[in-house]
């Protein structure tokens, strides 16, 4: 049986000689279950919101507009969750979602709202994006001299 398998997984094409192994080596009744990938997303607020100059909520509504499933915004549904406790704004995911999409789109809000000059989005934890202000150095005297 099994050599009979390996017999037909062997194709070999007349123009070019080659041989190509397909994968029809399975074992029957074997079949693989995807599982269920729920992922959970932060985008912490807390030090502009704390100065009044980001709106958490704001924020949220934007990410709620803006976020693209299957190449569609606001097509959300239960697939993606965007909610705000207190400074922070939490995203669940049942389908792939990539952190780096909301760095972009994080970037794109700053940008929008003229706050990139002087806030950056930093990655705090493996699930975590903190929004710090720039670090400036008050060396004015040395640059002087």
Known sequence: WYQRRVREAVVSTQ????????NNLR????SKKAKKVQK???????HPAEDKILDPS???TYLNEKIKVAGKTGNLGT???IQKEGFKVNILSDIPFSKR???YLTKKYLKK???RDWLRVVAS???TYELRYFQINQDDDDAED
Do not use: R
């Not at 959970?40 to 807390?46: E, G, I, P, R």
């Open 27 to 30: 074992m029957p009744g074997k």
């Open 79 to 81: 697939n993606v969750i």
């Open 40 to 46: 959970k997303f932060v985008l912490d607020c807390t």
């Open 15 to 22: 123009s070019t000689g080659h041989y190509y192994i397909t």
């Open 125 to 127: 934890s493996p699930s």
């Open 58 to 60: 704001d924020f949220a």
């Open 113 to 115: 709202q003229n706050l």
């Open 101 to 103: 999409y909301l760095k």
